[in-house]
């Protein structure tokens, strides 16, 4: 028992180090970025708690643990977008509609959240793994952070996922899929 009560705090430990190390290093890049006086800017996190990506052994391994930063900014009347790791990358030019986009969205994604997978019946659906992004939105000196988990997009066959359509039609959620979508083309 006592062995169990000390794996149980180790994995708690793991996790909460694992965030830290994600959370110093986003507040990292917002001061860096603030400081170039770029003013418009979103990072974007992909995680999964417990998950860790097989590599290859004649690969290096540039990924931060868990978790994918990506950073999107503009810079006069260029955009861009990096992949923050524990490696050097370069950063990318990309076509400016993606700041268009959610510029002209972010009031509506400031208001708008994911919901839950529900089912009609009251089911107990769960998941291993699930993977999770989180959006830090700056624009002068404001700053919005939006968080969901992709599990809650999704429906299964035998219990369907009632607020899967909803959730697939929000704002923040097109704005993952365009972020995905830039990040695969590299």
């Not at 417990?50 to 990924?63: F, I, P, R, S, Y």
């Not at 994604?109 to 998941?127: G, L, R």
């Not at 939006?146 to 035998?158: A, G, I, P, V």
């Amino acid at each position: 028992m006592k062995n169990l009560i000390l794996l149980f705090l180790f994995s708690i430990n793991l996790i909460s180090a694992q965030n830290s190390i994600a959370d110093s290093i986003v507040t990292n890049q917002i001061k860096i970025f603030k400081e170039s006086k770029i003013e418009e800017f979103f990072i974007l996190e992909k995680y999964c708690n417990g998950c860790k990506l097989l590599t290859n052994l004649e690969d290096l391994d540039c990924d931060l643990e868990t978790s994918h930063i990506y950073i999107f900014w503009k810079e006069k009347d260029e955009s861009y977008y990096q992949k923050i790791s524990k490696c050097r990358t370069e950063k990318t030019k990309i076509s400016f509609d993606i700041f268009a986009n959610y510029s002209s969205k972010i009031d509506i994604i400031k208001d708008e959240n994911v919901k839950n997978y529900q089912t009609e019946k009251s089911d107990f659906i769960s998941i291993s793994h699930s993977e999770f992004s989180t959006f830090y939105f700056i624009s002068n000196s404001n700053q919005l952070k939006k968080s969901f988990d992709h599990f809650d997009l999704t429906s299964n066959e035998n219990n369907p996922n009632i607020n899967a359509e909803y959730n697939k039609s929000l704002e923040l959620v097109k704005l993952s899929y365009e972020c995905d979508n830039i990040i695969l083309k590299k």
